[in-house]
């Protein structure tokens, strides 16, 4: 059987033990390793946080024995001074993946002008980042510019979508000219 965590049950000796997934145990590994970072023990936390994070049950969290509360993470997070997405284990999916290995194109060229006619918050970031390449490359031309594929995981994570789909959403926005292989 498979709880809500996603543990599996085990007969060990006779007595049903709870098998935490691979997920909470990875959610408990980045807590020790933060945990870690700050030099802290689990006793630590717990004359730290004037009781509210008790060694066992914080002990059980970075075992994987028992799932974390999104508001309890949050409280975790900020007595750790850190962003709550630090205390998750990070995306092994295809934003990950290689551009290279993907059979990405070399490049990608944008048309900076249809950019400007393209409103909201993605636009926006997309056309931050891109100001950003051109003062690196000292590009100034204005009306269009080569993204290469290096720069295609920075515009995925801008647009939403995975590495493989950077292109299919730009050609989705009238933003690509062309693309090389």
């Given amino acids: 059987m498979v709880d809500e965590l996603g543990n599996e049950d085990t007969v060990r000796g006779g007595e049903v033990v709870s ?6 145990r990875k959610v408990g590994d980045r807590l020790r390793a933060i945990r ?3 030099r802290l023990s689990l006793q630590d936390v717990e004359a730290a946080s004037d009781q509210e994070f008790k060694a066992s049950v914080l002990g059980a969290y970075e075992r994987g024995e028992r799932a974390i509360s ?6 975790l997070a900020r007595f750790y001074s850190v962003p ?9 999916g295809p934003a990950f993946v290689d551009p ?6 070399e490049s990608v060229t944008i048309d900076l002008r249809r950019l400007e006619a393209v409103g909201g918050a993605e636009a926006d970031m997309l056309t931050r980042y891109l100001t950003m390449i051109q003062v690196q490359r000292q590009d100034f ?5 080569t993204i290469r594929r290096d720069d295609l995981r920075a515009i995925a994570c801008i647009l939403g ?9 730009l050609d989705d926005l009238g933003l690509s000219l062309s693309a090389s292989a």
């Fill in 161 to 169: 979508v995975a590495v493989d789909g950077a292109g299919g959403r």
């Fill in 100 to 105: 290279r290995a993907a059979g990405l194109p």
């Fill in 70 to 75: 999104v508001p309890r993470l949050q409280r």
């Fill in 141 to 145: 031309n204005g009306r269009m510019l």
């Fill in 19 to 24: 098998v935490p997934s691979s997920y909470s």
């Fill in 36 to 38: 870690r970072q700050k």
């Fill in 84 to 92: 709550v997405d630090q205390l998750l284990p990070g995306d092994e």
